[in-house]
């Protein structure tokens, strides 16, 4: 059984241009003629495969069966592969799906790591905020200090 393959437009507009040039040439075959001859040309294929077939020799039993064995080999083989194939990819899937959690976990704690880092900075900032308030206010205690030692 054959299924129909949809044909798309630029084939349908190639095979619709093909024909067009038959149209003005006078040597061109008829589609009568043309159907004929495709007719006895199948026809004559057929017949030779027919005289092939019968002129070969027959397998004999043992010959097919070796053929079957072999086929069922390669069937057993192209199965074992697929089986193999299958659990590789469950194996990448498993450690695509491992590397992308521990590169959101990854992502993650850089994140924390930064907003720490911020933090901290902001703690160092205020300090040395204070300090320099503490180092403005002990330095006019000293003026301070130092004005009353000469009054």
Known sequence: MRSKQTQTPEQIIHILRSFKSYIGKTNSMSPQTRCSTCVQTVKKETKQNSEFLLKCPILNINEQELGKEGVEKKIELLSDQIKNMQMKQEEL??????????????????????QERNQMIKKLDYMIEIQTKQEDNLNQIKQLIASRKII
């Open 93 to 114: 899937e498993n450690q695509h799906f491992r590397l992308s959690k521990n590169v959101k976990k990854l992502n993650l704690e850089q994140k924390l790591e930064q």
